[in-house]
């Protein structure tokens, strides 16, 4: 455990420079992977939020909860780097309420080995990712450093982006974010990933981490027998006596308040018309305030 | 005290100057610095950046042949070492958005994601940023300085004018931290820069066929737009490449005259079309979302109504 630790730590020479090595540790099997994780958050279903229509705030009490659904690919992809590197234990980790469980069995049921639930001492909303990725940072290292970790780019509700690569800055390691496709190898990984302009092909060696979208692969469906043996599955639930930074969350920025986008749009429906004639009112509308024909 | 702004793009990075002017009274800051980082040839010209708004350019060369966040984020930090920075802002793209976490994390500081306002009073920093699949505006407030903030294109708008004079250079150690670039592919062709676009014509799945986005072509030729799309046909169809991709996993686009052909409206498209100056929605579903976020509606067969509208606007720009 705590040589994963050190593994992570030890690139940061003395001077700061960079160190071109890093020793994997041997696993009892032979092969270097023992670890693999994914990172996932159980998020309240977007697509379900009504809006209060006295305080124009949404209401998020009672919306069902669900998996992030980048998180399933994060764990697509992490099954498959796992029979790329020739197997590994592979662990979800959320920072959640033990309500999460309902999120986790899926990812269960999906191939994970294990679920860990990290409960902080404050309610949820008070964390930020600054939190969120120290916490997980604190856990993955209590637990070893896994050599792959897997997280979404954004999360379904609070769609940050930050988690991953910050988890990464907090453990020392690299991360790729945005992957289109990864290939495993004992010792590393390849990951070509879309960098806005073009497609850069990154050669991380491990640790890394890696973040993946929806376009990323197609998450596998687990059929009913996967479904029932993940009722078997370990989640382990981990409160804030376990660690330092779920005791007292370190934490960047606060919320203040939420509230439903307005829409002050004109609103011009125009139907059970002629197509020409419907063109031909808008068009004039919109020659009139300038915006074709104008120049 | 000090202002920092990053940006791999120059337009960009004056309008994150001026920002970043505008800002400064409110937190107490004096100066603001560009950090100018990148390998040689990709690094921008420090004239225009210190009439854009810096009183200072850090030049920092980096012996990479493209983005990668390690090395960048040790720019970073290096070149805001030891100074009193206030704020950091960043722009919302996939890199920016990635370097802005690491160095938040470097610090121990706060970052606000996609932010489409900033008020700092009294040295400290609210922020907006939308949330809930672009369906909701959250506010922040950073609990303490410094602050770091991803910021779409659009939110400020460039100045010229400003005398900054002051270049420095500076050469960063970085760690690769064992991760190295392998392979660079250019875009593919047929990019599009819908942010720059005055008119975006967006095809949806209301298209029955890939050889049917003519239709959009010829609106968009109308008009002299660009064309782009939501995400199934980028994602899924691959009718189109994903740079015509717009909403919340795609591009934020704010051009003057927006069109939505046969687009549903879901929030997470919305999310990157909402501040679009005028809207005309085209749908033959009355109760559609895209039209409880339309200035035109027009309920109907697309396929009757696209070459109606391209027909009304040719004819309206000949008188
Ligand atoms: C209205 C509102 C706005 C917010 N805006 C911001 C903001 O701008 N910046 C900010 O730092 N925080 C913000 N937060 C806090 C944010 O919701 C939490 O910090 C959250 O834990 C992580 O941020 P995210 O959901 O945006 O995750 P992202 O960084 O978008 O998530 C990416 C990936 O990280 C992993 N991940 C995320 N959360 C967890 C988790 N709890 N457990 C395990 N893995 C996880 C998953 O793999 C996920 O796919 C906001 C919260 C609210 C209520
Ligand atoms: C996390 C997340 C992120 C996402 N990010 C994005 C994003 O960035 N961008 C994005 O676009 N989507 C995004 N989506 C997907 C989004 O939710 C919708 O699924 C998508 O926008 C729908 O695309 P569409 O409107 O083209 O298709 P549909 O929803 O299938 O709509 C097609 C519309 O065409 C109309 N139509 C059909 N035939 C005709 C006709 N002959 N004439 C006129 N109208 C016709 C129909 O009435 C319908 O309204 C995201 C989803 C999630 C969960």
């Known amino acids: 455990m705590r040589a994963a630790w050190l593994r992570a730590h030890a690139r940061e020479g003395p001077d700061g420079g960079a160190l071109n090595t890093v020793t994997l540790l041997p696993a009892a099997g032979g092969g270097a992977v023992t670890r693999i994780a994914i990172c996932a958050k159980h998020v309240v279903d977007v697509a379900r939020v009504k809006i209060d229509k006295e305080t124009n705030e949404p209401i998020l009490k009672g919306v069902g909860k669900k998996v992030s659904v980048a998180d399933k690919n994060a764990m697509e992809e992490a099954l498959r780097l796992k029979d790329a590197v020739g197997g590994a234990q592979l662990v979800v980790y959320t920072v959640g309420t033990p309500d999460a469980k309902d999120s986790l069995k899926e990812l269960l049921a999906m191939g994970a080995d294990k679920a860990v639930i990290l409960t902080p001492s404050v309610p949820l909303s008070q964390l930020d990712s600054l939190a969120t990725a ?10 070893g450093v896994p050599q792959i970790i897997v997280c979404g780019d954004a999360s379904e509700d609070d769609t940050s982006s930050q988690v991953g690569p910050r988890l990464a800055e907090a453990l020392g390691i690299s991360n790729v974010s945005i992957a289109l496709k990864t290939t495993g190898h004992t010792d590393r990984v390849e990951v070509s990933r879309d960098s806005g302009n073009g497609t850069i092909t990154i050669d991380a060696r491990f640790p890394t981490l890696i973040t993946v979208t929806e376009e990323t692969n197609k998450p ?4 009913i027998m996967q479904i029932m043996a993940a009722t078997k599955k370990p989640v382990e639930l981990r409160g804030p006596e376990t660690l330092p930074s779920l005791q007292h969350p370190p934490v960047g920025l606060v919320p203040v308040r939420v509230v439903a986008l307005p829409s002050d749009r004109k609103g011009i429906i125009l139907k059970d018309l002629p197509a020409a004639e419907m063109a031909q009112r808008v068009v004039a509308d919109l020659k009139k305030a300038g915006l074709i024909g104008g120049d | 005290m000090v202002l920092a702004v990053f940006a791999e793009e120059e337009k960009w990075g004056k309008e994150l100057l001026a920002g970043a002017r505008a800002l400064a009274p409110g937190l107490k800051g004096g100066k603001v610095l560009f950090l100018n980082i990148g390998p040689d040839g990709a690094r921008k010209d420090p004239a225009a950046l210190l009439s854009a708004g810096a009183d200072e350019v850090i030049d920092v060369a980096l012996p990479l042949k493209a983005f990668k966040v390690e090395e960048y984020t040790d720019a970073v930090v290096a070149a805001v070492a030891g100074c009193d920075l206030k704020l950091l802002l960043v722009p919302a793209t996939k890199n920016g958005r990635d370097v802005a976490a690491r160095v938040a994390q470097r610090l121990q500081v706060g970052c606000s994601t996609d932010t489409v306002a900033l008020r700092a009073s009294h040295g400290s920093l609210e922020v907006d940023r939308a949330v809930l699949g672009g ?3 959250a506010t922040l407030r950073f609990a303490k300085l410094p602050a770091v903030a991803t ?4 939110v400020f708008e460039p100045k010229g004018g400003h005398q900054g004079t002051a270049k420095r250079t500076m050469e960063v150690t970085t760690d690769a931290r064992n991760a190295a670039i392998i392979g660079i592919a250019p875009q593919a062709a047929g990019g599009v820069r819908l942010e720059d676009a005055k008119v975006v014509v967006a095809a949806g799945r209301g298209l029955k066929k890939k050889e049917d986005l003519k239709l959009c072509d010829a609106l968009a030729a109308a008009v002299g737009g660009e064309v782009g799309c939501t995400r199934p046909l980028s994602a899924d169809l691959k009718w189109l490449s994903e740079s015509h991709w717009i909403g919340l996993s795609g591009k934020r686009v704010r051009p003057k005259l927006y069109f939505a052909v046969g687009v549903s409206g879901q929030i997470q498209h919305v999310a990157g079309m909402r501040d679009s ?7 033959k579903d009355p109760d559609c979302p895209m039209f409880s976020n339309t200035d035109y509606g027009l309920v109907g067969d697309l396929y009757e109504i696209v070459p109606a509208l391209v027909a009304a606007i040719t004819a309206a720009k000949g008188r």
Not at chain 1, 220 to 223: H, K, V
Not at chain 2, 277 to 283: K, L, M
């Open chain 2, 135 to 137: 369906s909701a505006l």
């Open chain 2, 151 to 154: 910021v779409p294109s659009g």
């Open chain 1, 134 to 143: 120290t916490i997980l940072a604190d856990a993955m290292r209590a637990d």
């Open chain 1, 220 to 223: 596998r469906l687990p059929n």
């Open chain 2, 277 to 283: 100056g005028t809207i005309v929605a085209i749908n």
